[in-house]
């Protein structure tokens, strides 16, 4: 029980740290991005390549991944997605699901279609007894790491000159240009970042979740739930719909497996009745 | 006064029957006694064609973004296939059985799909079809689960028609269907009620404030649409013989909406000439790079965005426009 609870947990912390870059452009930025595991693919697919090939240790892979994605992010914000802002939704859509077809496609062309493995270092193996509840090492690391991420992000969003930056950008893009904030450099750098955070959600997750080109398709409706359900009041609430969703999918998959993923749906069709706007959002909607 | 005359008067020319339509259905029987051999090919196009028309019709005149919609395409083809199995093999019994379960539930989700933004419908309608999906995949008595629903039996057409094998009777029964839903469609969007729609896709308040029940006309459309997505979701069963879970996947729901993009959105034969060109090109790509060719539909996803999707359906009208302008002077 405490076990699944605990599973739960750290897969819901994962999803976060996938997700939440997406929670800023889209739920933020009110960007529709469907291509957002094409990134989390690039961090995993980048740390499997690493590790096996170069024989890199596991930890030092993590923030190459980040930077990889987060370069790959960039470049694609400079180039193609910035053009997409001020597109109809419909556009926006479209295009982004070209993008992960295309991604999907040549991954399967360069590199095969076999699940991509990683070598976890020693001391992250194993398992250790809490309250009587049997939990894997690395499951420990990627709570403990997520929750600092997550921390640290909203220090970031709240406190910081950045985030404030971020925020007026966001909220109002031309009054923020007459402030003299750079809008364009904010939400490249913001885009760079939730890009990035997917890389290493992506390198963390490849043990957990599996690592193969269909990835972005897989996971993409779990990026969009946290997203949507979360709401748009920012990355608590992303923070929160993680969470629940992970100890759900987690839940359903042990207690009733004969449903399989048709309880995550139901959940978020039903939230999304009751709440259009999201669950944790302001109650009144932009 | 003269106003709403020419206005009445460009509505009427709009709904004006066109002979280079004709023209289009005409060719549309006769490509079959050219390349018999393509029979199947091409009514993979006309169901592909009846398909991204039915989106078409929530999309290009409801203005709802579904991410969903072969829901309504799988379901129709798991109630086509399932009574073809269990001895109810008439075609058409079988299209009138789909299109009842799919506006069945078209109609009970189209109330999900009238509050939020765009992007609360797109996640709701990729749900509903994902959900539909997981259903299917886990009544595997039912449905036949992963392996697919086999052993069905397909009666002929009217009881005069049985299909052969190299899908000529396939073909003319799908291109029968989509002319004559074609028809309804285009009865549709061009009457009041279409009209008002339209209002509703370009100011919900404003159209709101001019006394048009925007949820009413909403409920309306989706559930038409979803009944026609069944009905091609049920020819396809009936002219392949096989429903498999692919008729839920979310590729089919993509593909969809790209057929329509290609062709053009808001314009009846976008659907249509959308499904000839997607067919054609997928046909062609999966010849050259049989596993890969989804790198080149989304390269051509890409590119459509970038260059404006618009491009085609306008280039389209301005050559019939031209071709039946100096028709009309001759």
Known sequence: MLTILFDGIAYGMLLFVLACGLSVTMGLMNFINLSHGVFSMAGGYITAFLINRWGLPFLLCLPLAFIFSAAL???????????????????????????????????????????QTVKLPDMLKGR????????????VFIIVLCGCLAATIQMLLVK?????????????????????????TVFAITFAVGSGLAGLGGALGTDILGMDPTFPIKFMIYFLIVVTVGGTSGIMGAFFASLILGIADVGGKYYVPQIGAFI??????VVLIIRPQGLFSRSRGK | MSMTASTHDM??????????????????????????????????????GLFALSLDLILGYGGIVSLGHAAFFGVGAYAAGLMAKHGLGDPLLGLAVAACVAACIGWLTSFLLLRGSDLTRLMVTLGIALMLFELANRMASITGGADGLQGMMVGPVLGLFSFDLFGKTAYLYSLAVLFVLFLLSRKIVHSTFGLSLRAVKGNIL????????????????????????????ALSAQTTQLVSLDVLDF???????????????????????????FTLMQDWLAGITPQYWEFWIGLVLVCLVLVGHDRIKTGFQSITARVSGKGGAA
Not at chain 1, 93 to 115: E, H, P
Not at chain 1, 128 to 139: C, E
Not at chain 1, 264 to 269: D, G, K, R, S
Not at chain 2, 14 to 42: D, G, H, N, T
């Open chain 1, 264 to 269: 995550i749906y139901a959940l978020m069709v």
């Open chain 2, 206 to 233: 404003r159209a709101g404030a001019i006394g048009i029940s925007a949820s009413s006309r909403l409920v309306a459309i989706y559930t038409l649409s979803a009944a026609i997505a069944g009905i091609a979701g």
């Open chain 1, 73 to 115: 992010g960039m470049l694609l914000e400079r180039t193609l997605y910035r053009r997409l802002y001020a597109r109809s939704h419909l556009d926006q859509v479209l295009f982004t699901i070209g993008i992960v077809f295309m991604a999907v496609a040549a991954v399967d062309y360069v590199i095969g279609s076999q699940q």
């Open chain 1, 160 to 184: 910081t000159r950045f985030g404030s930056q971020l925020r007026a950008a966001v909220d109002d893009p031309r009054v923020a240009r007459g402030m003299g904030i750079n809008v364009n």
């Open chain 2, 251 to 277: 590729h089919r729901s993509a593909d969809v909406m790209l057929v329509l993009v290609i062709g053009g959105v808001g314009w009846l034969y976008g659907g249509i000439i959308g499904a000839i060109m």
């Open chain 2, 11 to 48: 509505m009427l020319e709009q709904a004006r029957w066109r002979w280079s339509e004709s023209l289009f259905w005409i060719l549309s029987v006769l490509v079959l006694f050219v390349f018999p051999s393509k029979a199947l090919l091409f009514s993979q196009i006309a169901i592909m």
């Open chain 1, 128 to 139: 250790i007894d809490i309250f009587g509840g049997s939990i894997g090492l690395y499951r």
